[in-house]
């Protein structure tokens, strides 16, 4: 009998091991220094906008892996944080949810960085989120649109006319040795859409129906 309950625990001692693996085949991020030439007032402030609303600041790295994407809502004043990550080895995904509020005086464009650092966050709400698909089958479907590995943020800009009507989008990606900021606009493009545009729409789509959430 103990010859045999030997082979059945180290048969459960493997299993659970193999369990605690992230075992979902996503590719390291990708490293890039380049600065994005539209969002540089958002993306300076960006780690002090995270403390303002009590997120972790991923910039150094984080346990396993995470999506951070910034996704402004429908009515285009509240913004919708949605977090993907792996921690104590399950993946959990978070909404939080603040409306931004820029201090009421003539703006300064010579001084767009200290205007933005004095924002006000104001109905900050966070919670946990159940996707409509299995939680595999959102980490498979991100791991094929690869976000963390897209062109470098002045490949997307490129042929871009910004306008006052675009909507902006900031993308983080993390895990045990890189972080990465993508930034996008909805901007015209002088030379036609790149690859990375339906990249983009199809992935926003895809968040959309898979979490229930109404993002613009």
């Not at 996008?184 to 789509?205: A, C, H, Q, V």
Request: aromatic share 12%.
């Amino acid at each position: 009998m103990r010859h045999f309950t030997i082979p059945i625990f180290i048969f459960i001692l493997l299993t659970s091991c193999k369990a605690d693996t992230l075992n979902i085949s996503l590719r390291p991020v990708k490293s890039d220094t380049t600065k994005s030439k539209y969002g540089h007032d958002i993306l300076e402030t960006l780690q002090l906008t995270t403390s303002k609303i009590n997120l972790t600041n991923i910039k150094n790295g984080t346990d396993s892996f995470e999506f951070r994407f910034w996704l402004p809502a429908k009515d285009l004043q509240t913004i919708n944080v949605l977090s993907i990550r792996y921690t104590g080895k399950i993946w959990v995904s978070t909404l939080t949810s603040f409306l931004p509020v820029l201090p009421d005086h003539v703006f300064k464009s010579n001084d767009t960085i200290n205007y933005f650092r004095k924002t006000t966050i104001t109905n900050l709400t966070t919670k946990t989120l159940t996707p409509n698909i299995k939680i595999e089958s959102i980490i498979n479907q991100l791991a094929e649109f690869d976000l963390q590995n897209s062109p470098e943020n002045s490949k997307i800009e490129l042929g871009q006319t910004p306008s006052t009507g675009g909507t902006r989008y900031i993308m983080e990606f993390a895990d045990k040795k890189n972080y990465r900021v993508v930034h996008y606009s909805k901007y015209t493009r002088n030379n036609g859409n790149i690859p990375f545009d339906n990249i983009f729409l199809n992935f926003l789509e895809f968040i959309k129906k898979s979490y229930g959430i109404e993002i613009f």
